[in-house]
């Protein structure tokens, strides 16, 4: 059974950083490619970042480059989500998801977490 596992969400201000955890057990991690999605009240759930399953490709939203930074831990089976100078309109909740294939769409992940809230204060 594949379970996602989020952590690290919270309220911060405006300027300030977070680093979100996922954990995932019931598979290989190092086989799975991971993302982070989220979705702020009354809309529709949005990418953020992907990661390959090595680590050695990636990709951002154009809403959170240069400020946001996706990285995995094969030894810990999990991956992180760094997100500096954050600004209101990141908040959200944030989710997790992976599959074997690696994609930037909410589509092309079968797997989620449960989701942490990101609350950004002005």
């Known amino acids: 059974q594949v379970q996602l596992v989020e952590s690290g969400g919270g309220l911060v201000q405006a300027g300030g950083s977070l680093r979100l955890s996922c954990a995932l057990s019931?598979?290989?991690?190092?086989?799975?490619?991971m993302a982070w999605f989220r979705q702020a009240p009354g809309k529709e759930r949005e990418f953020v970042s992907a990661i390959n399953w090595s680590g050695d490709n990636s990709n951002y939203a154009d809403s959170v480059k240069g400020r946001f930074t996706v990285s995995r831990d094969n030894t810990e089976n999990t991956v992180y989500l760094q997100m500096n100078s954050l600004k209101p309109e990141d908040t959200a909740v944030y989710y997790c998801?992976?599959?074997?294939?690696?994609?930037?769409?909410?589509?092309?992940?079968?797997?989620w977490g449960q989701g942490t809230q990101v609350t950004v204060s002005s």
């Open positions: 998801a992976t599959n074997l294939r690696y994609a930037v769409s909410t589509g092309g992940y079968n797997y």
């Open positions: 019931g598979r290989t991690f190092s086989n799975y490619a």
